[in-house]
């Protein structure tokens, strides 16, 4: 299994141009999240997805854009760049969203399969 | 605004000395769990605690959970210099689908 892939590694971009950040998963995940990471601090969840056709935002979803089509793939699109988006962006996956699968407790969050990253520089 | 803190911030030790490091939260949770990150990678998951356990252990990894204090602690005994990195407890609410993350506690192990 190839885990959590995702394209580009590095990125930059003009203010005020569009793109679409890749994430793709072989390990049939349901739950599908994308996170940015800023200098010195933690993740933040941007837009998360519990199966295919099924998105939600996250703390910071702002000037991005998801789709579910297939339970694969969880693209994160920017609409128009802004130095603000200048970030580290991280996919991750996990196998078990719905409360209550498996032995009769809940399994949500289980544990997450994170991609290695993009780096998107916006001036 | 984030769920998690972790405690201290940075934390820099003599290889073989354990290191100790804490996390706390707000709100109910289903689980709480620990990652690590290296430098210019991705978050590699540690362990997971469930909300009504009390303590894990996973080779050199102990954690806690107090519910009741609403706090969490990663011990990593007899640490060496390739456990440099920074490290992040994340959270899972009740009821919701949203994993939140900590900023972090960065390890320095001085070989």
């Known amino acids: 299994n190839a885990g959590v892939t995702q394209t580009p590694k590095f990125q930059v971009l003009k203010t005020g141009q569009s793109m679409t950040l890749q994430c793709a998963q072989d390990?049939?995940?349901?739950?599908m999240s994308w996170y940015r990471q800023d200098p010195g601090m933690g993740l933040r969840l941007i837009h998360y997805?519990?199966?295919?056709?099924?998105?939600d935002q996250g703390e910071v979803p702002n000037g991005y854009n998801v789709s579910r089509s297939t339970t694969e793939d969880f693209p994160l699109r920017l609409l128009s760049a802004a130095p603000s988006q200048t970030s580290v962006y991280f996919c991750a996956s996990s196998y078990s969203p719905w409360p209550g699968q498996g032995l009769g407790e809940s399994l949500f969050p289980d544990t997450q399969y994170f991609g290695p990253g993009t780096r998107l520089t916006v001036l | 605004s984030q769920q998690g803190e972790e405690d201290p911030q940075a934390l820099s030790i003599q290889e073989g000395e354990n290191a100790t490091m804490n996390c706390s939260y707000k709100t109910s949770i289903n689980n709480l769990q620990w990652y690590r990150q290296n430098s210019g990678r991705g978050l590699v998951h540690l362990i997971l605690?469930?909300?009504?356990?009390r303590e894990k252990h996973s080779g050199r990894l102990r954690v806690t959970l107090d519910t009741s204090k609403k706090s969490s602690s990663l011990l990593i005994t007899a640490s060496r210099a390739a456990d440099t990195a920074s490290y992040f407890c994340?959270?899972?609410?009740?009821?919701?689908?949203?994993?939140?993350f900590g900023a972090g506690t960065r390890l320095f192990v001085k070989a």
């Open positions: 997805s519990v199966g295919a056709g099924i998105t």
């Open positions: 605690i469930r909300s009504n356990e």
């Open positions: 390990m049939n995940h349901e739950y």
């Open positions: 994340a959270t899972g609410n009740t009821g919701g689908f949203k994993t939140i």
